[in-house]
């Protein structure tokens, strides 16, 4: 049966994932299509793109929206806090931008969204990475599977992220 609204939600990291709402309900989920490119491993976009494509054909005249967890380099300001050095904020940064450019050249318009606005609405705001996943799983049970394992946590974030956006365009309370 076909949708009626599809909703994509992006963790756009390398150890993140695409998820999507089917009229609300959880649908595919990939985790972030990757390649080595002889030196690193960066975002396929190719499949990513792929993977987009074949959500939307599958649900002819729906309305189709994304939103992307907007992520920032993450320079040295203390001593216990978590610091990226250049080249990993340039490919942190490249990664993110192949998954906006995917989604603009297949004529979506993405939403972003800062990480501390999305969680802070699933009420996950000064808690463990890991109550994202507990989180998901509470709210949609059918996805227990996918998100059995502690590094299924780039699902759960896309899910949420997901939720997110499908409840602040649809004007409702997501948790």
């Known amino acids: 049966m076909s949708a009626l609204r599809v909703t994509f939600g992006v963790d756009p990291g390398l150890s993140g994932a695409i998820a ?5 309900d959880p649908g ?3 985790d972030m299509p990757i390649f080595h490119n002889g030196t690193a491993n960066e975002v396929d976009a190719v499949a990513l793109a792929r993977f987009v494509r074949e959500v939307r054909g599958a649900h002819p005249g729906a309305h189709v929206s994304a939103c992307i ?6 320079p040295s300001t203390g001593p216990n806090r978590r610091t990226m050095g250049a ?8 990664g993110f931008g192949a998954v906006k450019t995917v989604f603009r050249v297949l004529g979506l318009q ?7 606005t999305w969680k802070r609405r699933m009420g996950l705001t000064g808690g463990e990475k890991d109550d994202a996943r507990q ?29 997110h956006h ?3 365009t649809m004007g409702r309370v997501a948790a």
């Open 20 to 24: 999507t709402l089917l009229d609300g």
């Open 69 to 74: 967890e907007r992520v920032r380099a993450m």
């Open 110 to 116: 993405p939403v972003l969204v800062e990480a501390q």
């Open 87 to 94: 080249q990993s904020s340039f490919n942190f940064g490249d």
């Open 28 to 30: 595919p989920m990939l």
């Open 166 to 168: 499908d409840s602040e």
């Open 135 to 163: 989180l998901a799983i509470a709210r949609f049970p059918c996805v227990a599977e996918q998100l059995k394992r502690k590094k299924d946590i780039g699902r759960a974030d896309a899910l949420l992220i997901a939720l």
